[in-house]
């Protein structure tokens, strides 16, 4: 069976989000083996300075990279990397037959040095999306990946 983690900084909270995750990580459980790992976010005064939040990033940064398996295919979700479809994501999942983990960032994103390190960046839009939210429609993207390459009816 496929293996799949998200790395995830910050913990979801609100109910909505909580179970709209859990229902596609239920669904998930026919197509792979699936791991969520949550990291705290670095806390920040309110109004951080920039140098404030590139210390919180690096933070984030090791604590991700400490859950990263060496042997995994590693895809960064972040604004500047690659858009593609859900048809061209679930060619991706295709492809990758080993561990393949996706990296969500928290609120300020992720650090140069992860990114840098992913075999791929990923953007879900140009629009701007909370973490929280990235999470739930990443799952549905990656439930909606498996039904593509199964032929379900859940992709229309």
């Known amino acids: 069976m496929r293996r799949v983690t998200l790395v995830c900084v910050g913990r979801l909270k609100e109910k909505f989000y909580l179970d709209a995750a859990a229902e596609y990580a ?17 806390r920040l005064p309110e109004s951080p300075s920039p140098a404030q939040i590139q210390q919180a990033l690096a933070r984030e940064a090791e604590a991700v990279r400490g859950k990263l398996p060496p042997s995994a295919a590693v895809a960064a979700l972040c604004v500047e990397g690659r858009l593609c479809s859900s048809e061209e994501l679930a060619r991706l999942l295709a492809a990758q037959t080993g561990h393949l983990v996706f990296v969500i960032g928290g609120s300020y994103g992720l650090h140069d040095s992860v990114k840098a390190g992913a075999d791929l ?27 593509i390459l199964e032929g379900g009816r859940y992709h229309k």
């Open 26 to 42: 239920k669904r998930l459980g026919r197509f792979c083996r699936l791991d969520i790992a949550e990291l705290p976010e670095q």
């Open 121 to 147: 960046r990923l953007s879900m839009s140009p629009m701007t999306f909370p973490h929280h939210l990235a999470r739930v429609m990443l799952l549905e993207q990656i439930y909606r990946s498996f039904q």
